[in-house]
């Protein structure tokens, strides 16, 4: 019986849908950094852009986002998420973490700006290894 609850369990944190900000959460998977092409224009003048090196969090398993109706920004829904984009505030960073299996918590935006480059976005609150 303890087997069989373990087991639905761990079905379901496969297939939770997640909240938008303000709800905490908490997500494990491994730290990756990307290059991507930032301001002036993303990627559509290459020569004149930055390069960014911008830190994703590739999830252990996909998570659902469900949008919020009553939020101005973050109203879509998504599916199956398996990668977002770490949005670090002042003070934190993933130095240590990147290549490493972590357990983040922080809270989810939808994609908004050129800046960022995940449909869903995990601003970090916290960063330790996972168990």
Do not use: C
């Amino acid at each position: 019986m303890v087997a069989l609850m373990g087991l639905v369990s761990v079905a379901n944190a496969a297939s939770r849908s997640l909240q938008y900000e303000p709800a905490v959460v908490e997500l494990t998977g491994t730290v990756v950094v990307e290059d991507h092409y930032g301001p002036p224009n993303f990627g559509e003048t290459p020569q004149e852009d930055a390069k960014l090196r911008v830190p994703m969090l590739r999830l252990d398993a996909s998570v659902d986002v469900a949008g919020d109706p009553h939020s101005d920004t973050n109203l879509s829904s998504f599916e199956d998420v398996d990668k977002m984009q770490i949005v670090l505030t002042k003070g934190r960073s993933v130095d240590g973490f990147i290549g490493k299996h972590v357990t983040v918590t922080g809270t989810l935006t939808e994609q908004l700006e050129g800046g960022d480059f995940t449909q869903v976005l995990i601003t970090m609150k916290t960063i330790k290894p996972a168990r």
